[in-house]
């Protein structure tokens, strides 16, 4: 068994699929603001650096699958597209945290670069299940910016503040690997 899949990273990734489900709670009563702030993502995010890219992606599959079959929130063609961006997020983070220089200024690089391409997959996924006749909204270039930036911005700040703190933290007590 690799060092990825160890028992603790195996636990380590039911605690963060467990966050991504009761985190949303945090926001659930106004829907609009769990939209703005994406509590759901930042365990994921989190996961890809301490578990590694496998678990992570495995972590950001299933977590908003789950969500929507234990709670029906978000809904099946949301979850579906968020299943694969949180998957590209937690894949991501990890696979480029073990690639980078272990200094503060990457664990940011590789936040928003996995940030950057987990918007892209879920844009291709939204597009893809508007193509495929899942939905009946269509799925624009414009309605991309406003639903997967603009709109966003708050949880992209808001990952982008305390992510890398938490990272940081957890480095600096030797809870996370530093291959």
């Known amino acids: 068994m690799s060092k990825r899949f160890s028992t603790k990273n195996i636990v380590l990734s039911g605690m963060f699929i467990a966050l991504g489900l009761v985190l949303p709670f945090v926001t659930g009563q106004v829907p609009q603001i769990g939209s703005m702030l994406l509590p759901m993502h930042i365990?994921?995010?989190?996961?890809?650096?301490v578990c590694g890219g496998p678990l992570g992606l495995i972590?950001?599959?299933?977590t908003p699958l789950l969500r929507n079959a234990?709670?029906?929130?978000?809904?099946?063609?949301?979850?579906?597209?968020?299943?694969?961006?949180?998957?590209t997020y937690g894949f991501m983070t990890g696979f480029l945290y073990r690639r980078f220089e272990k200094?503060?200024?990457?664990?940011?690089?590789?936040?928003?670069?996995?940030?950057?391409?987990?918007?892209?997959?879920?844009?291709?996924?939204?597009y893809a299940l508007f193509a495929l006749g899942f939905t009946g909204q269509k799925f624009t270039l414009a309605v991309f910016f406003a639903d997967g930036?603009?709109?966003?911005?708050?949880?992209?700040?808001?990952?982008?503040?305390?992510i890398p703190v938490i990272i940081m933290a957890l480095r600096r007590g030797n809870l996370i690997d530093n291959d």
């Open 43 to 49: 365990p994921v995010l989190i996961c890809g650096y």
């Open 59 to 62: 972590v950001g599959f299933i």
């Open 70 to 87: 234990i709670f029906g929130m978000p809904p099946l063609i949301n979850a579906v597209a968020m299943a694969f961006e949180l998957t």
């Open 103 to 126: 200094k503060n200024v990457f664990i940011y690089a590789t936040l928003i670069i996995s940030m950057i391409c987990g918007r892209i997959v879920w844009g291709i996924a939204k």
């Open 149 to 162: 930036f603009t709109n966003a911005i708050p949880g992209i700040i808001l990952q982008i503040a305390i």
